[in-house]
């Protein structure tokens, strides 16, 4: 083992804190420092009523209006720089972006098609781009190892092979995936199919992005990378890149996409009004069935494709979307105009075969807050071989410092099974996934099998602190 990844951890702490002081500090909020409990919002901020507000109850709104990232193909130049962005409202903010945009572009793609797309580091620190919940081959993947200096570039070149779904793209550097995407690096990326045109469901204004995240800000209110080993968790809840966002929308059905972009922070969404969401997908596209549920919680990396049925709803009313772990208000829906929607919810989505009869089974131990299997990352380690092809049984345990988000690179899998802790499988946990919440005291068991590429992939915990300290595996699949 190279290097030690506690001492990373203090070294961008120490170089985060010296840029805000610094290089970074042109912004033009007064001073507020998070809290150390994490919970509370500074001051400037609080004013729309994002501390935990009720929510709800009349129309229009003092809110920011949410910000819809732009769309584009995955094609062209993708820069990762220091950006100064307005966080709604007139509030500058300085954070790291994608093509100056925060979130990132939202890149929308049709199966079938290819990506083309060149990455350029603007960032002073070395970066490479990962596209999380994309089926592509080793050198698309942004492993670690093909992380380009400052000033360098890497070139993407892959097919879509995979069926709709919403995936995430952000950095993957060796020790620094925390901070570069605490500080703004992320974004969201569409994949379309016939099945889902075949479903006829909500699109356009009708169909809207969530990348909810937390975000912490220096006295300047600039963003700011504070890390714990226990998880980087923010003070100010940021919907899109908005502070206190609310969105105006019509007596209609919605489809929101919705990504847990916390590095640390489990979320548990539900409106305030006790609005239903309808389920219709998660990491890896549709469930079998859609499933309505008053309350849905995810990891970081996890995503949801709900349906939000809004007929019922007087103009003039409004209600608001809620973290209730944290009692924050994340984003309000302000029911403002009259339409006749016609649109059906759909019962049955699509067929999902099922992995079966594993032909053997893993056990992987996730230690402490820096360990697999008790051993601390190594890039240039791989530690096991898995055989292209095979439906394998993998079984998730962990001796305490969970939450553990399990990410697995390279394929989409089943979770069958979660024992102690919790005891259950959730609705949202259905289907295909690329990551599963491993809770203190659970055994969480995947059926997996890669059939899209051999080659070198990661396994990791999505807490990025956690991943940044050596929560990390590279395994290749033969
Ligand atoms: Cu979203 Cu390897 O990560
Ligand atoms: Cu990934
Ligand atoms: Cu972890």
Redesign the pocket.
């Given at each position: 083992m190279s290097r030690d990844p506690l001492s990373i951890t203090r070294r961008n702490f120490v170089r985060v804190t010296a840029g805000a002081a610094g290089v970074l500090g042109t912004g033009l909020l007064s001073a507020c420092e998070p809290d150390p409990a994490g919970l509370s919002v500074s001051p400037q901020f609080a004013k729309g009523g994002g501390g935990g507000g009720k929510g709800g109850g009349q129309g229009g709104s003092a809110r920011n209006p949410l910000r819809i990232p732009p769309t584009q193909a995955p094609t062209g130049v993708l820069t990762a720089a220091p950006a100064e962005v307005d966080l709604g409202g007139g509030v500058r903010s300085r954070v790291w972006a994608y093509n100056g945009q925060f979130p990132g572009p939202t890149l929308v793609a049709p199966t079938g098609s290819r990506a083309d797309m060149t990455f350029v580091n603007g960032l002073s620190h070395e970066s490479i781009t990962?596209?999380?919940?994309m089926i592509v081959d080793t050198p698309n993947d942004g492993h670690p190892r093909e992380a380009v200096p400052p000033g360098g570039s890497y070139v993407y070149d892959y097919p879509i092979i995979q069926r709709a779904s919403l995936n995430f793209y952000h950095p993957h550097p060796h020790g620094m995936t925390g901070e570069q995407v605490a500080m703004g690096l992320a974004g969201a990326y569409l994949i379309r199919d016939d099945d889902e045109a075949a479903l006829g469901l909500p699109s356009g204004p009708h169909e809207v992005p969530l990348i909810v995240r937390d975000a912490t800000f220096d006295r300047n209110g600039n963003m700011q990378y504070k890390p714990r080993s226990g998880g980087f968790e923010g003070n100010t809840p940021l919907v899109n890149g908005t502070l206190d966002p609310a969105l105006s929308v019509d007596t209609g059905v919605y489809r929101f996409r919705i990504l847990n972009g916390c590095n640390a922070r489990i979320l548990r969404f539900a409106f305030s009004d006790g609005t239903p969401f309808v389920l219709i997908g998660n990491d890896g596209g549709f469930l079998e069935a859609s499933v309505s549920l008053s309350e849905i919680t995810i990891c970081p990396?996890e995503r949801l494709d709900v349906l939000v049925d809004l007929r019922g709803h007087a103009p003039g009313t409004s209600l608001m979307l809620q973290d209730l772990n944290t009692g924050w208000d994340l984003l309000e829906l302000t029911v403002d105009r009259s339409v006749a929607d016609g649109t059906a919810i759909p019962g049955a989505l699509y067929p999902i075969e099922r992995l079966t009869a594993p032909v053997r089974t893993r056990e992987f131990s996730f230690d402490g807050m820096s360990k697999i299997n008790g051993q601390v990352y190594d890039m240039a380690r791989v530690d096991f071989q898995v055989p292209f092809g095979e439906t394998e049984l993998w079984r998730f345990t962990t001796n305490g410092n969970a939450p553990h988000p399990v990410?697995v690179?390279g394929a989409y899998y089943q979770v069958v099974s979660r024992s102690g802790g919790r005891a259950r499988l959730y609705p949202w946990e259905g289907g295909w996934k690329?990551t599963v919440l491993l809770e203190d005291g659970e055994t969480v068991e995947i059926l997996i099998r890669f059939d899209g590429y051999r080659g070198l992939y990661?396994m990791h915990c999505h807490k990025l602190e956690h991943e940044d300290m050596g929560m990390m595996s590279n395994f290749e699949v033969v």
């Open positions: 990962h596209w999380h919940g990396a990410h690179h690329d990661l």
